[in-house]
C-alpha cells in the first residue's frame, strides 16, 4: 500500500537583518559578562566563611572550641591586591569583561594627552586597584537592595573619583597612549622601597 499521508513543506530559513544580529551579538556579549561576574561572585561566596552563628554560652570551666582553621584558609579580603595564583586570575578575568563589554564603552571617552589610557590596564597595578574597587562598588550599588538611588551614588562617589585619577596626566597611564592612533604601553617604575636608612 502507498503512504497517502502529505507531508508538511521544510520551514522557509528565518533571516534576521544584520543590524539585529549586532544587536543579538552585543546583547549576548554583556549577557556572557553578566553570567561570569554572577559565576565569580558565586565562587566568592562559596569560598567565604560560613557567618558565625549565635554562640550558647558555654558552662562555667568549659574550654572553648578551637578556631575552625579552614576559616582561616580562606580570602581575608575581596579585594583583587589581596589575592593570589588562580583567585587573583579569576577575579581578574571577570573584571576584564567587566571593563571591557560595560565600563569603556560607556564611560572610555576619547584619548587624549589630558586623558591617556592604557589598553593593557590589567599591568598597570594602581589601575587594576582602582578598577576593581570601582567594580565593587558598582556590584553593591546596582543591585536591587541598594535602592533607587544607588547607581546615582556609584556615579558620585566611585565613578567620577576613580576617572579622575584613572585619567590624570600624572595617572597611572602617564606613559602610555595619548592619542588613539598611536597606542602605547609602559609601566612607570615606581621608588625602590628603602630599608634600614634611620634618622
Not at 571591557?100 to 560607556?106: D, E, K, Q, T
Not at 558598582?138 to 567620577?160: F, I, K, M, V, Y
Request: aromatic fraction near 8%; include cysteine.
Amino acid at each position: 500500500m502507498s503512504d497517502t499521508s502529505t507531508t508538511a513543506p521544510d520551514p522557509e530559513p528565518f533571516r534576521l537583518p544584520d543590524g539585529d544580529l549586532d544587536d543579538l551579538a552585543s546583547t549576548l556579549a554583556k549577557t556572557m559578562a553578566e553570567v561570569r561576574q554572577h559565576g565569580v561572585i558565586l565562587d566568592r561566596l562559596g569560598s567565604e566563611p560560613a557567618p558565625a552563628s549565635a554562640e550558647l554560652p558555654l558552662p562555667d570551666g568549659a574550654p572553648a572550641a578551637p578556631a575552625d582553621s579552614a576559616q582561616e584558609d580562606g580570602p581575608a579580603s575581596a579585594f583583587i591586591l589581596a589575592l593570589g595564583g588562580e583567585a587573583y586570575a579569576i577575579e581578574i578575568a571577570a573584571l576584564s569583561d567587566w571593563v571591557n563589554y560595560l565600563f569603556l564603552p560607556v564611560y572610555g571617552r576619547e584619548i587624549s594627552t589630558s586623558r591617556p589610557w592604557c589598553e593593557q590596564w590589567y599591568e598597570h597595578p594602581e589601575a587594576v586597584a582602582r578598577l576593581h574597587a570601582l567594580w565593587l562598588a558598582w556590584q553593591q550599588l546596582t543591585d536591587a537592595e541598594a535602592g533607587l538611588s544607588g547607581p546615582s551614588t556609584w556615579h558620585r562617589d566611585h565613578l567620577d573619583q576613580a576617572l579622575v585619577h584613572l585619567r590624570a596626566p600624572d595617572g597611572p597611564f602617564a606613559a602610555c597612549t595619548t592619542s588613539a592612533t598611536r597606542p602605547n604601553h609602559r609601566v612607570l617604575a615606581t621608588p625602590a622601597p628603602q630599608f634600614g636608612l634611620v634618622a
